[in-house]
T-cell receptor, first 115, second 112 residues
Framework: DTGVSQDPRHKITKRGQNVTFRCDPI?????LYWYRQTLGQGPEFLTYFQNEAQLEKSRLLSDRFSAERPKGSFSTLEIQRTEQGDSAMYLC?????????????FGSGTQLSVL | AQKITQTQPGMFVQEKEAVTLDCTYD???????LFWYKQPSSGEMIFLIY??????QNATEGRYSLNFQKARKSANLVISASQLGDSAMYFC?????????FGTGTRLQVFP
């Protein structure tokens, strides 16, 4: 399988716990994106990386959220002290990163439920 | 402000018929891209079609075509010969920069 891979597919946690999600992009892709999608809404941009560098963060990304891409390959998204409002689908996407207006390739997402 | 608007929360179409899903956008950038993605119940976003703001012709990809009207800032998706497997959420998106901005989506249901 050469697509974008996300792990886990589902995560149930209690309020106040920390969670971490992993994304493995398509191997030759330089850009990696994180989006959040709540029920009935389109995906909302959270942050993106060009290789190891985190180039942009949305105001949606509070200080409880941190994303890393240490070697320019896989990425992790950590949410500390989870809140019920964090319940959503977290989508990862990647692209070649050679030009603007490139299409993104998405993974199947991690569904987070905070109880 | 950069925004995508999809005014149809849900659409029904009979198998083998054509259907148009509406999308309007707002941006002041002269260069941008317009995309349509399909999201089945499995959750993965599947790329369907792309239109560049400077493209003179409407994009087509198999049964999908994008009706691009720049002056009206609209980028409607036309699906011809609908199939039962086309039932899904459809999202219009725009990239004035390096990221995509999505609309709220349209749920398409194809019935026999």
């Amino acid at each position: 399988d050469t697509g974008v891979s996300q792990d886990p597919r589902h995560k149930i946690t209690k309020r106040g716990q920390n969670v971490t999600f992993r994304c493995d992009p398509i191997s030759e892709h330089n850009r990696l994106y994180w989006y959040r999608q709540t029920l009935g809404q389109g995906p909302e941009f959270l942050t993106y990386f060009q290789n190891e560098a985190q180039l942009e963060k949305s105001r949606l990304l509070s200080d409880r959220f941190s994303a890393e891409r240490p070697k320019g390959s896989f990425s992790t998204l950590e949410i500390q002290r989870t809140e019920q409002g964090d319940s959503a689908m977290y989508l990862c996407a990647s692209s070649f990163g050679r030009t603007t207006n490139e299409k993104l390739f998405f993974g199947s997402g991690t569904q987070l439920s905070v109880l | 402000a950069q925004k995508i608007t999809q005014t149809q929360p849900g659409m029904f179409v009979q198998e083998k018929e054509a259907v148009t899903l509406d999308c309007t956008y707002d941006t002041s950038d002269p260069s941008y891209g317009l995309f349509w993605y399909k999201q089945p119940s499995s959750g993965e976003m599947i790329f369907l079609i792309y239109q560049g703001s400077y493209d003179q012709q409407n994009a087509t990809e198999g049964r999908y075509s994008l009706n691009f009207q720049k002056a009206r800032k609209s980028a409607n998706l036309v699906i011809s010969a609908s199939q039962l497997g086309d039932s899904a959420m459809y999202f219009c998106a725009m990239s004035p920069t390096d990221k995509l901005i999505f609309g709220t989506g349209t749920r398409l249901q194809v019935f026999p």
